[in-house]
């Protein structure tokens, strides 16, 4: 989809690009290895076309159509009130690999524990800021739930959709660690008007 405002998303991406290699920095710092973070590309779009994203995450040569998504979500509301939802979305292979690695855990060792949920929630609260304190200045935001939500569904049952009529802004990522390598999304829904993208782009200009 052609974003209706290129020069203002192609900004915002820059933005988000250089917010998550500080976010890369933090995760450096408590694995004592090197981790690379950064956005291709951000775009506005409608909620079919983030299914799609959705369903083009993963190892292309990978063909497991029962393979599932990691998301992480954190709810959160503007200063005048709307709610949002933060998601970010990873492949079950190439998240859970990498938090695995993180961790020092096996990658093979079956449905995701206790302590692999408590990493994952770490790592989605401080990729979503990275992604969502970009936009603060223009939305106000304020975090709601102390703590993001962990789940692990079928492509077809991803979590958050709140606004599933509305528009979506959609932050692609890229992460590595050690030659390990997955890509993601982080996908904001609001229940306002604000992500019309006229509006957006007003908002950004503010």
């Known amino acids: ?6 020069a203002q998303l192609g900004a915002l991406a820059g933005s988000m690009s250089r917010s998550v290699r500080g976010a890369a920095s ?3 710092q408590i694995v004592s ?4 973070m950064s956005v291709s590309h951000v775009e506005l779009v409608t909620h079919a ?13 990978d063909d497991h159509p029962d393979a599932r998504l990691c998301s992480v979500v954190q709810r959160m509301r503007t200063a005048d009130g709307a709610h ?20 020092g855990l096996p990658h093979d060792i079956g449905e995701l524990t206790e302590l692999e949920q408590d990493a994952l929630a770490e790592i989605g609260n401080i990729v979503i ?13 304020h975090v709601e739930a102390a703590q993001p939500h962990v789940s692990l569904n079928a492509r077809e049952r991803r979590s958050g959709a709140r606004n599933r009529s509305g528009s979506a802004l959609v932050t692609h990522l890229s992460m590595h660690l050690s030659g390990q390598r997955t890509k993601g999304l982080v996908v904001l829904e609001m229940d306002s008007a604000a992500m019309a993208p006229d509006a957006f782009a007003q908002r950004l200009h503010a």
């Open 26 to 28: 933090t995760f450096t």
């Open 129 to 141: 800021d990275a992604c969502t304190g970009v936009l603060s200045g223009a939305f106000g935001w």
């Open 49 to 61: 076309h983030v299914e799609r994203c959705c369903d083009q995450l993963g190892d292309p040569q």
């Open 84 to 103: 949002a939802e933060a998601t970010l979305v990873l492949p079950e292979s190439g998240g859970l690999a990498l938090v695995r690695r993180m961790l």
């Open 33 to 36: 290895e090197r981790v690379g």
């Open 1 to 6: 989809m052609s974003p209706s405002h290129p």
